[in-house]
């Protein structure tokens, strides 16, 4: 059975960092763009970033580019998102998703398209 397992997640101050993991198991990884989504109660789900199969191209929105890094490890099937300079903003639950690689542009890829999602982890930016 496929599943994606964040972790990582939890409470930081402005301007710390925290690293994100995304364990996954049941389907051939190397093979599947990982997306990185969040939300805020009230508010549309966030996409965040995106990193292609074969250690392709990443791809970050406005909001979190040059403070977030995505990264992959095929070897052991998971996906992390190195965050730093946090502001309170970048509060709210974060997912990773899981979606077939058919050659397009990760950040092309919606978010109803991703076949199979994590249950999310929290992360707070407060003082």
């Known amino acids: 059975q496929e599943q994606l397992v964040e972790s990582g997640g939890g409470l930081v101050q402005p301007g710390g960092s925290l690293t994100l993991s995304c364990a996954t198991s049941?389907?051939?990884?190397?093979?599947?763009?990982i997306g990185w989504f969040r939300q805020v109660p009230g508010k549309e789900r966030e996409w965040v970033s995106c990193?292609?199969?074969?250690?392709?191209?990443?791809h970050y929105g406005d909001s979190v580019k040059g403070r977030f890094t995505v990264s992959r490890d095929d070897g052991k099937n998971s996906a992390h998102l190195q965050m730093s300079r946090l502001k309170p903003e970048d509060t709210g639950v974060y997912y990773c998703?899981?979606?077939?690689?058919?050659?397009?542009?990760?950040?092309?890829?919606?978010?109803?398209?991703?076949?199979?999602w994590g249950q999310g982890t929290q992360v707070t930016v407060s003082p």
């Open positions: 998703a899981a979606d077939f690689d058919s050659g397009q542009l990760c950040s092309d890829v919606h978010e109803l398209e991703y076949e199979w």
């Open positions: 049941g389907f051939p990884f190397q093979y599947y763009i």
């Open positions: 990193i292609s199969s074969n250690y392709g191209d990443s």
